[in-house]
C-alpha cells in the first residue's frame, strides 16, 4: 500500500533520492586514520577497516574474534551477523543480504588486525571479562555501544581532515 502524505496534494510522497557516495581522497583517508589513530589504535582499526573492506558498522560491530569470522593466518573476514540499535538497546541480526560473506585481508591489514587482537587479548587478561565470543571491536564490553558512535566520531573527524585540504 502506498503511503499517502499531507501536503502532497493526496498523491504518493515521493521517493526519497539515495544520495551520492563522497569518499575522503586517498590524502584525506591518511589524515582521518591518523587523527583517530592519534586518539585511540581501538578506533583506528575500526576506521582502517571500514575504509579497507567497505563493511557496514553494524558488521564490524558484530565481528567476533573466536567464531571463525577473523581469520588472520588465512587473511580473511567472514561477515556473518550485523549489530543495529533497535528500541535503546543494540541487537545482533543477520546481514542486509541474510547472506554470509568472505572478505580477503591485504598484508597491512593483516598486520594491522594483528595488532588489534594482541592489544584487545592483552586488556581481556586484565579484565574480569571473559565471555566466549568475545568481539573483535570492544575487549571489555560483552555488547558494543551504539553502532552511531562510530559514525558520528568518523565525521567529527573526517570534517578535521577535509579542512586541511
Not at 11 to 27: H, I, L, T
Amino acid at each position: 500500500m502506498d503511503q499517502v502524505q499531507p501536503g502532497h496534494g493526496g498523491q504518493e510522497a515521493p521517493a526519497s533520492r539515495a544520495r551520492n557516495p563522497d569518499p575522503p581522497s586517498p590524502e584525506e583517508a591518511v589524515r582521518i586514520i591518523d587523527g583517530v589513530w592519534a586518539q585511540d589504535a581501538t578506533r583506528g582499526t575500526f576506521v582502517w577497516l571500514t575504509m579497507v573492506t567497505g563493511m557496514c558498522r553494524g558488521e564490524l560491530l558484530a565481528l567476533r574474534w573466536h567464531d571463525d569470522d577473523v581469520d588472520l593466518v588465512g587473511g580473511m573476514l567472514e561477515v556473518r551477523r550485523n549489530y543495529v540499535w533497535l528500541a535503546g538497546r543494540g541487537i545482533e541480526k543477520d546481514t542486509k543480504t541474510h547472506q554470509m560473506r568472505r572478505i580477503a585481508l591485504d598484508t597491512a591489514t593483516v598486520d594491522v588486525s594483528t595488532a588489534h587482537r594482541q592489544q584487545h587479548e592483552a586488556q581481556v587478561r586484565q579484565s574480569a571479562w571473559s565471555h566466549p565470543a568475545r568481539r573483535s571491536c570492544s575487549p571489555t564490553r560483552q555488547k558494543p555501544k551504539s553502532p552511531s558512535t562510530p559514525t558520528l566520531l568518523f565525521a567529527q573527524i573526517a570534517s578535521h581532515a577535509v579542512a586541511y585540504r
